[in-house]
């Protein structure tokens, strides 16, 4: 028995020399080398940015206010709030962030994440394209079904590329101008294929390269999206969420006929009332998560695409101070009047303040500092957090994004009918998105009526002079449009007649799209003017093409040796209790 134990050992002892032998001959690579379509779909999964570009936008936009400046009402305010972090004060006042940060809500972390997505759709697209180019597959040759995986698999990859740039643009380079204007402008990089060198050198190229790039992307992948091989379609690029991204590319581009058909595509045939009208009058809403997780939760039929990432946006809104939806942004959005709700009008019970208010957003918005710091729509801004050690309580903020939407979708395409012309049209998308908003029961509907023809011109058309772009009216509703100097168009131009129509689409999506950055991108396209107040006394006004409306690209990426985007020499330099909120209706 001893000697067979010591024969084993001595075998043992050889077998672990030879692999020692082996291991130190072997070059060490941990890299997972893409030989099967299961690989390429699993690895997709991860191809969708973990950033969050909503603080950027929303602090960048007239969505937010810092409560360290007077209130116009002349209300005690106090001068001492705390912000959350260093660089929101420089992002809040159009400074360029110069501090070095990886938070994912940073310029720095919405640029890698894109890139790390971007990364990902080329890795997998130097392979599927490999495969498609030979027949073959893991060794076999394909089979039809194969081939259909396949194309599936690439469809999604260039959409992820496409949407990804996308983001890039919008928020790091100036508005898109039209092919002329926009070839001497400067793009991002448009990446298409893997790093396989140290210390790479890129060039930013023209924002009209960039958007050329873009559409190529855009159209290889549309028609291949095919969503019968997602376990979750809602979390992946699908047919809806496509032709929706499609849409808004186009609407940027002010090429009106394909935002219609882009649009209409989205829609597939179903009944919009019945995929909006879902979530704003539920019953069982009891705590804030509740909101949160059924207006971002694949179940609500309006939403197409689901992006989950890490970030403390929420926590900002309601744990800092300092900058929040509050006052004329407050007003303008979730708490404010509109053409067919202005006559509702509510008073707040612990603050005995009263306005006008549409009547879905009670009892679904939240307040942080018991209002006086500002308030939130719960529906697009919660905070899911995953515990890793729930004893010591940490883990990790999420926030999931209802990145394409029903809402949004049709309120693209009234924009697109406004100039093509279509009026009635662009009626039925608005008077469809304010129905949606209404209560289906009568008793509940207040003084919030269906919406006409006759209040839109009432309520948009009622200024007498937009000489001032910032003090439009009272609480900013109204904005002066340049879009035909920002994007000038021998086909499209902004006229008088269809103006009202205009104002109400950018009222309803600021209201649609609150806390979600995208008001950052319409203020840039619209070439909207507007100003910040910043502590006791400072004002800052970025008028229309400012170079600021492109964010700066991180300091860490300059210094590796792009160019940074140019800065008029005129430019400034750097310088709670959380609950459900209920009003009651003032009686007429």
Avoid at 391 to 411: D, N, S
Avoid at 486 to 514: A, G, M
Avoid at 562 to 568: A, E, G, H, Q, V
């Amino acid at each position: 028995m001893k000697l067979r134990y010591k024969i084993l050992f001595i075998a043992v002892a050889l077998v672990g020399l030879s692999s020692c032998k082996d291991f130190l001959e072997t070059v060490p690579d941990t890299r997972v080398y893409l030989v099967n379509l299961d690989q390429l779909q699993q690895l997709l999964v991860t191809g969708y940015m973990d950033a969050n570009y909503a603080l950027v936008g929303e602090l960048s936009s007239d969505n937010v206010i810092d409560n360290n400046s007077p209130s116009s009402d002349k209300k005690p305010v106090r001068y001492n709030l705390s912000y959350y972090d260093q660089f929101d004060v420089q992002v809040y006042s159009w400074d360029d962030v110069d501090l070095e940060i990886s938070d994912n809500d940073s310029p720095s972390g919405v640029w890698n994440a894109c890139y790390g997505a971007i990364a990902i759709a080329n890795a997998v697209l130097e392979k599927a394209e490999e495969f498609q180019r030979t027949g073959m597959v893991d060794g076999q040759t394909m089979s039809p079904t194969d081939r259909a995986r396949l194309n599936a698999i690439l469809g999604e990859a260039y959409m992820i590329r496409a949407y990804h740039h996308f983001i890039l643009a919008q928020m790091f380079c100036m508005p898109y101008r039209g092919d002329a204007i926009s070839a001497t402008l400067p793009g991002i990089p448009y990446s298409t294929t893997r790093e396989t060198v140290l210390d790479p050198k890129y060039d930013r190229g023209t924002l009209k390269q960039t958007y050329d790039s873009i559409e190529k992307d855009l159209l290889r992948g549309l028609p291949l999206i095919n969503e019968q091989y997602y376990q979750s379609p809602k979390y992946h690029f699908n047919v809806a969420s496509s032709n929706s991204f499609a849409a808004r590319f186009y609407l940027i581009k002010r090429e009106y006929e394909k935002v219609v058909e882009y649009a209409t595509a989205a829609f597939g045939g179903n009944d919009i009332m019945k995929m909006l009208n879902d979530g704003w009058w539920q019953e069982d809403f009891y705590y804030i998560s509740d909101i949160g997780r059924y207006f971002t939760s694949v179940e609500r039929p309006s939403n197409f695409q689901l992006f989950t990432n890490y970030s403390t946006w929420w926590r900002r809104f309601v744990q800092s101070p300092r900058f929040a939806c509050n006052r004329e942004a407050k007003r303008a959005t979730i708490q404010g009047p509109g053409p067919s709700w202005d006559k509702c009008t509510w008073k707040n019970n612990r603050t005995k303040e009263e306005f006008a208010m549409m009547p879905c957003f009670n009892g679904v918005c939240g307040s942080a500092g018991g209002q006086e710091y500002g308030a939130y729509f719960a529906g697009t801004c919660f905070e899911q957090f995953e515990y890793t050690d729930k004893i010591a309580g940490i883990g990790y903020c999420h926030e999931v994004r209802p990145e394409f939407t029903c809402e949004e979708t049709l309120l693209m395409r009234a924009e697109a009918n406004i100039f093509l012309g279509n009026i009635d049209a662009a009626f039925e998308d608005l008077y469809i998105w304010n129905e949606a908003h209404l209560s289906p029961k009568e008793e509940d509907r207040y003084n919030h009526i269906s919406l006409t023809k006759e209040d839109i011109v009432r309520f948009y058309g009622c200024y007498d002079d937009l000489e001032d772009p910032v003090a439009d009216n009272e609480y900013g509703i109204i904005m002066k449009f340049n879009i035909d100097e920002v994007c000038p168009s021998d086909k499209y131009q902004l006229t008088d007649e269809i103006e009202p129509y205009l104002q109400c689409v950018q009222h309803f999506r600021r209201i649609q799209l609150v806390h979600m950055g995208n008001r950052w991108f319409d203020i840039k396209r619209f070439g909207f003017t507007i100003q910040h107040k910043i502590g006791i006394s400072e004002v800052r006004t970025l008028q229309v093409l400012d170079p600021r409306y492109a964010i700066q690209i991180p300091s860490e990426v300059i210094g590796a040796g792009l160019d940074p985007n140019p800065r008029s020499t005129n430019a400034p330099v750097q310088a709670p209790i959380i609950g459900r909120e209920e009003y009651v209706r003032v009686s007429d």
